[in-house]
């Protein structure tokens, strides 16, 4: 039994594990921010709901659904728990919504700017060891691209991702009503089109373009 686990522990590939849980980390952290933020922009509008409801929490499992986890890791793309909103609450409901809505990919990109400027401050000012590398490279690498990712799929105009409220702000009221009517199969929809392949490429070049844009910048 003895050799038989001796042999099972030196085939594990403990470098993909080790990169797998930075992964993970890295998209528990970029849907903390991003579900908070909605939630902050919202009680900066007026609407306690998400406080109330003890949402406004840098605790990753107050936001993670689980089914929309695993998908993500899956089928490339997956949701958190949506942040309470009460649009009662604003003065105008449809520009409130597109505030709150607009606050979640916002903070992703700003989140990945942050990453981006660590790491050159890493570059730098640290001096090199394999510490600081594997910092650096979790956040110029992993935690960036992800970061971007996540806010620029959520802008998608597809209902219930963050796009189809900031779009329904543009749109004359029975208009944005009748999208929202049908938010309840735009995941079915996105769904669909990510197991058949649909737009990912095109997405992929957009996300992998903002990312080498800012990092010009940066670096």
Known sequence: MLPYLQNLFQALDFASMWDALLRVAAIFLCLTVHESCHGLAALALGDP?????HRLSLNPLRHIDWLGLFLMFTVGFGWAKPVPVDPRYFRSPKNGMAVTALAGPVSNIVLALLAMFISKAIYLYVPYSSAADAVFSFFLYTLAPLSIGLGVFNLIPIPPLDGSKVLGALLPDRAYFTLMRYERYGMILL???SFVGVGGSAMSRLIFGI??????LIF
């Open 211 to 216: 990312y080498s844009g800012l990092l010009n």
């Open 49 to 53: 709901t998400a406080k109330s409801m």
């Open 191 to 193: 769904l669909v089109l």
